[in-house]
């Protein structure tokens, strides 16, 4: 499959064309702003090096006030271009990259990877984990569709390349939700998730046998 990330507009709005009759009708006026879509920052379907071996499934990329200043910083931006593109990037996970340190996200991604950062570097890591929303675009809250998104298409073909691959998968969060469109990891022997969603930290406390595959690989 193509990657549809191609067709993504230099300017705001920031959403796929094949995804906007799905996006376009979403209602907030019930909760405010917190299930808004922001078509003001490029999104972030998918992090890091798709070739790698440990593949990390999430909800969505959320959203925060400071994330509108930071999607002006020029660098930040052309390292989401190149990583919607699959593109090399001396930092494929781009949130362990030094020279965006400054980032809430990077703050957020480093905590919740503390313990695989104490078996290898960042520069290490970085190449070594893949991350995968299960919604591309930005929001305080995800707020489930009555359809698919056509961009969501992509994704799961990535997933599925993952378990012919024989990846090691761990699921953050929305399990049921990553099981329903990609029917291939009810049964994936290599699936793991955590103990606490709540507590999304990739450790031994929270997911002893997938963090010790994890370990595993990057020991190898």
């Known amino acids: 499959m193509n990657n549809p990330w191609k067709k993504l507009a230099h300017k705001p709005p920031f959403i796929l064309g094949s995804d906007r009759d799905y996006i376009d009708p979403i209602s907030i006026k ?5 299930y808004e879509v922001r078509k003001d920052l490029l999104p972030e379907p ?32 052309s390292v989401l271009r190149k ?21 809430r996200g990077s703050a957020w991604w480093r905590t919740k990877l503390k313990e695989p950062l104490m078996i ?17 675009y930005h929001s305080k809250r995800y707020q489930k569709l009555p359809h698919s998104l056509e961009s969501q298409k992509y994704s799961i073909e990535l997933v599925k390349r993952a378990t012919k691959k024989k990846n090691l998968i761990i699921v953050m969060r929305a399990l049921a939700r990553w099981c329903e469109i990609v029917p291939e990891l009810k ?13 999304v930290a990739i450790s031994r406390k929270n997911c002893p046998l997938g963090f010790r595959k994890m370990g595993n690989i990057l020991n190898g």
């Open 83 to 103: 990583n919607l593109l699959h593109g090399p990037l001396e930092y494929p996970f781009y949130y362990l990259d030094p020279k965006l340190i400054h980032l």
């Open 120 to 136: 290898v570097d960042g520069k290490a890591l970085a190449s070594r984990i893949f991350c995968i929303e299960y919604f591309p």
């Open 30 to 34: 019930r909760n405010g702003t917190q």
């Open 187 to 199: 049964d994936y022997k290599n699936r793991f998730e955590l103990n606490s969603p709540q507590n």
């Open 46 to 77: 998918y992090i890091g090096n798709k070739d790698s071996e440990i593949v990390l499934l999430n909800l969505n990329p959320g959203f925060s006030d400071c994330n509108v200043i930071e999607h002006e910083d020029p660098y930040f931006r």
